[in-house]
Each structure stands twice: as C-alpha cells, then as structure tokens.
C-alpha cells in the first residue's frame, strides 16, 4: 500500500486502513475473484521510502471476503436483461449470461414491452428482475469483471420468484 | 481397464482405435480420478485425460508407428467430438455460451450494443435472422434502419454556435418532458441538438410497420443519449442503438450487426458513401441542416435554418415524404406481391416503387459537367428514365445548365421540358417527379 506523505502523523494506521478499503474493495483479481469487504487488518509491516519520490509503501496483511463463482456452482441471480439469444442475470458484480441453447426447451422467447420467457402453459414466466436459480458452467476473470455462463436446463434450475406475483 | 494392454499400437485400421476409444468412454463412469470437480460430469476432460495416459505408453514403446497412432488419435478426437459437440454459436466474455470453454477466436461478429461482452458466431447469426424474419413478417414488419445526424436531427458543439444562433441557448426545451420538446441542450456532451419536424410522428407510424434500428457514426454515448431524446420510453430503439464503436468496418457501415436478413431490411440515411454494400438497400435522406456549423461542414454558405429562424416544414418535409414512401414499399411488399413471405425482396420493392417515378421519361443530357454526367445518369435511369444520346422526337425533357446549347433551343421549338440537372436530383430526393417549372433555365447566352 503505498502512502502520500500528507497523511502521516498521528492518524497514520488510520489513513492507510482507510485507503486500503478504498483500493481494494470492489477489484477483483483471477486468482481469488471480487473483493467484497475487508474484515479485518491482520499486520502492517515497516513502511519503505521510495527513492526520488516521497511516497512510503507499507506491507499489510489483511483478511477479507472474496466472491469467486466456480464451475458447477449454483447460484441464485437477478435478471437485468432478456432478449432473443437468452437473457443476462447479475449475482453481485459477477455478469452471468444464459444463452437460450441452455433454457429448457419448453420455454419460448415472447418480446414486447417486457421480453420474457415462457412456458408453454404459462405457468413459469423468465423476466425482468425474475430471480432464477442457475448454474455455472464456465466462468473466466477480467481486471474489473467475472463473466459467467449459466445453465437452467437441468432439474431444480429456474425461477424462484416471479416478480410480478410478489 | 487397461490402457496398456488394450492399445493398438499396432492394430491396422483406424476404426479400430475409434471403436476402442468409443468403448472405453461407454465403460467408464463419470468420476474419473483425476478429476477433481465431481459435480462436473465433463467427458471431455475424461477423454483428455485417457489420450494422455495413451500418448505416454505410445512414448515409452517408442515405436515408429507413433506418427501414425498419433493420427489415428487425431482422426478419434475429431468423431468423439461430434458426440460431445458444441458448435459454440457464440461467446459472452470470451467464454462460449452454450458449453462454457474459453474460446480466444476472433470469428463472428461482435454485438456489444446489444450487451457488452456479446459475440456471436456465423450459424448462430443465420439462425438468430431466420427465427426473427419469421416473427416479424408474421407481425407484418420489415426492418428499417435510421441513421441520426443529417437525417433524424441535427446536433452541433455549443462552441460553434455562430452569433445570429446564440438566442437559441434561451430556447431550448426542458429535459426533465423530453416528448414536448424538439430543441435540447446536453451540457455534459457541450452540444445542441435539433430534432427535425415531424419526427416523433415519423416515429411513432413508422414503428407499426418497421422494427426500427439506429445506426450512427457517432460514438456509443452519443448514441444512446440521442436514443433518449427521441424514445424517451425506450420503446423503439430498447437494445438497438448501433453506433460507429459496433461496426466491423472503418468508415463503413454495414447490416452484418442487424439481426434481419437484408431482403427485409430498408436504411435511412444521408450519406451514400456509408453503404457502397447495401445500396440497394438506402433511401437516400436529404440532409437537415438547422445549424451554421453543419452547413459550413457541407460547403454550404447560406444562412442556416436557425440564423434565418426558421424550420423545415412539417407536413410536407422531406420526413413526411419518406413516411409515405415507407408506407407504400410496406403495403407493396405485404399486399401486391406473389409468392411466399420469406422470399419476397424489399429491395425489389424499392427498386420498383423508385422506377415509377420518372416512367415514360426520355431524357437527353445536354453539356452537363462530364464528371457529373454518369451519376445523374445512373439516378435518372434507376428513377424510371430512358436516357438517350441522339435528339428524337420521343425526347420528353432536355436536361441542360445553358439555354443557349443546340439541344436547349431545340426543346424550347419543338415545346419540350428544358430543366435544369437540380430536377433529377429533386425527384431522387422527394421520391416523386417535380412539376418542371420550377426547374425551367433561364436564357442566359445566344451562341450554341
């Protein structure tokens, strides 16, 4: 972590936890997946002067809570967008696209003022803001994003919660 | 089972080795040891794994028929992957959508408008247009492609406003009621935009009988804000806002990002030089130009239509004219032609519909710029007119800049139209012919 010599002084551990949880939170990385929180501050090491400029790096160890979706994990998700190709679900800040070759066969593509998907009776309605339970079949970490692809074509996948009943 | 002893290293045909592998699949179950997610039923990883563990015996035997075996491996891996296969029609973050492998390929085309991240293979897109034609055709739509500048509205960067347009900074429209209001200034963009007149009518008729599609040079946050001006709803343009960052090609556009099949598809557009693959698919626009920046753009040293404060008409603009060459193309294609759905042609449609305009026309050129020569050539013939060189007493117009050429005195005795070139180009434009004396030349010179 490295620190602007404006913010040494008495308040210095502080500054820096503070920058931490600023940098951190919210990245991701492809090893461990999306930061979500920092609990707890675990060590800060000696900091170092950098030569030429006056910044200080300090060492911390810290412990916090990562999101990383696997294969073969289920999760639950928020539809943000349906269209003809399937539709796109948001699990916190992992993207999740599930294509309509890994919808069930019954459910039908119906566009209009809200795109959705249908079962032929009716009964099961894939919209806007449905929650569905899906599952991963194939993730992949950029710098800022995890894209996954899901599936809801095997048995207990689907909606959870029709919105327009709630 | 013994991957030692079974393998058939030396065995003679390749058949063999497809059956052996075949079996070897069917016999084992799915949580092989060396795979580590159990959840994961991947026949694929399986099948790697096996190839592996018979390419280290192939090594240890050492045996020259190893390139062969290796081929045979080749010639296995492609059938078993026909079992197993994905034809990946296309990828969402570089992963394909219908297995999840990583694919790193450049193939297919990109549909970031559509979702960011969103790629889609050849056979998919084909697939995509066939299902979309049948939905829309069955609703009567065709697909209509517009593009904005010049031909929706006219936007210029709040810097070049010239002196006489400055009062239009207090008259601009709120943007909190977006649909009452045709004149918007975006701070955060620094620009001005005009919608032109009548074009939520046009919008609004348009959409019952297009499924409409905006194509723009501009870049994706423009577009989407001009999106928001003219479908505050987001009803017409929801996930079809095509900008200069979507197309595959430089400087050009194209339809390979419309998910419609060009034989339905009609564009919109000012500028021919942006389709040279689709022309036949262009309505040519004529250009809006409310502000002085886009005249100066264009050459032009007139006064702009917000200097002289003034606008185009409403009812009897160029939008309005289109709308009704819109409305007929559709009613031609849906009610007057023979034969099937899928293989009716709107470019045909257009084509005809375009070579009524000027039908029963014989025209002659007369000392007209030879560079200039071909293409009005070209609009006049596509327009319906027979073109002839020789004089003949079938010629219905002389198209000349000089009263004073032998063709131009020969009209006005023989009692012939003599109009200037501009009444081609009026006709491309308004889709309909122009009543000749507005286009008449005056005398200007008494040698030939």
């Not at chain 2, 509205?153 to 006489?164: D, K, M, P, R, V």
Request: net charge negative; proline share 3%; hydrophobic share 35%.
């Amino acid at each position: 972590m490295q620190l602007h010599p404006r913010y040494f002084g008495r308040n210095l551990r502080d500054n820096l936890v503070s920058k931490l949880m600023k940098d951190v939170e919210g990245t991701c990385s492809g090893r461990h997946g999306f930061v979500v929180a920092v609990t707890g501050i675990e060590n800060i090491g000696k900091g170092l002067i950098r030569d030429g400029t006056g910044f200080v790096t300090f060492p911390v160890k810290y412990q916090c809570v990562v999101f990383r979706p696997f294969k073969g994990e289920i999760l639950e998700a928020v539809v943000t967008m349906v269209n003809k190709m399937g539709f796109f679900a948001e699990a916190g800040p992992v993207q999740i696209f599930v294509s309509n070759h890994l919808i069930p066969d019954d459910m039908e593509f119906q566009s209009g003022d809200m795109p959705n998907y249908t079962t032929s009776d009716g009964s099961v309605k894939i919209q806007k803001d449905s929650e569905v339970r899906l599952k991963i079949i194939g993730t992949r970490v950029d710098a800022t994003e995890i894209f996954c692809i899901g599936t809801i074509k095997d048995d207990f996948l689907g909606v959870i919660n029709d919105p327009t009943t709630v | 089972m013994s991957v030692v002893t079974d393998s058939p290293v030396h065995s003679s045909g390749s058949d063999d080795f497809i059956d052996y592998l075949n079996e070897a699949l069917d016999a084992s179950s799915p949580n092989s040891s060396s795979d580590e997610e159990a959840e994961n039923q991947d026949e694929f990883e399986d099948l790697r794994n096996k190839r592996r563990k018979l390419e280290s015996t192939e090594e240890t035997e050492g045996s020259t028929s190893e390139g062969i075996v290796e081929q045979k491996l080749v010639v296995a891996e492609s059938s078993v992957v026909k079992v197993d296969g994905c034809t990946h029609p296309g990828t969402f973050g570089k992963l394909c959508i219908s297995c999840g492998e990583i694919l790193d390929g450049e193939s297919g085309v990109t549909f970031g408008y559509i979702h960011k991240g969103l790629r889609l293979h050849e056979e998919e897109i084909s697939r995509l247009r066939n299902t979309e034609m049948n939905t829309f055709l069955f609703s009567k739509k065709l697909f209509l492609v517009l593009d904005l500048d010049h031909t929706l509205l006219n936007t210029t960067i709040l810097g070049q406003l010239s002196s006489e347009e400055l009062h239009l900074l207090n008259e601009t429209d709120s943007l909190e009621d977006v649909a009452k209001g045709s004149l918007f200034k975006l701070e955060h963009m620094h620009m001005m935009t005009k919608l032109r007149p009548f074009v939520r009518t046009f919008l609004k008729e348009a959409s019952a009988m297009f499924e409409m599609y905006i194509y723009t040079m501009g870049d994706r946050p423009y577009a989407l804000e001009m999106a928001k001006l003219l479908d505050p709803q987001g009803e017409y343009f929801n996930a079809k806002v095509i900008s200069r960052d979507d197309g595959t090609q430089k400087h050009q556009k194209g339809l390979d990002v419309v998910l419609g099949r060009d034989s339905a598809v009609l564009i919109l557009d000012d500028t021919e030089h942006a389709w040279m693959k689709h022309k036949n698919n262009l309505i040519l626009m004529e250009r809006y130009h409310f502000f002085a920046s886009s005249c100066r753009q264009f050459g032009f040293n007139c006064k702009s239509l917000a200097e002289t404060k003034s606008d185009e008409n409403e009812t009897d603009g160029a939008l309005a004219k289109i709308l009704e060459v819109l409305k007929q193309v559709h009613c031609t294609f849906f009610e007057k032609l023979q034969g099937d759905l899928v293989d009716r042609d709107v470019r045909q449609v257009l084509s005809s519909v375009r070579g009524e305009i000027l039908s029963g026309c014989v025209i002659i050129f007369s000392r007209i710029n030879h560079l200039a020569l071909p293409t009005l050539k070209r609009i006049a013939e596509q327009l319906g007119a027979t073109c002839l060189t020789e004089l003949d007493p079938t010629v219905t117009h002389v198209v000349a800049t000089d009263a004073g050429t032998e063709k131009a005195r020969w009209a006005v005795k023989e009692k012939k139209c003599l109009v200037h070139p501009r009444w081609i180009e009026a006709a491309n434009y308004f889709w309909e012919k122009q009543p000749e004396e507005n286009f008449f030349i005056k005398k200007t010179t008494t040698q030939s």
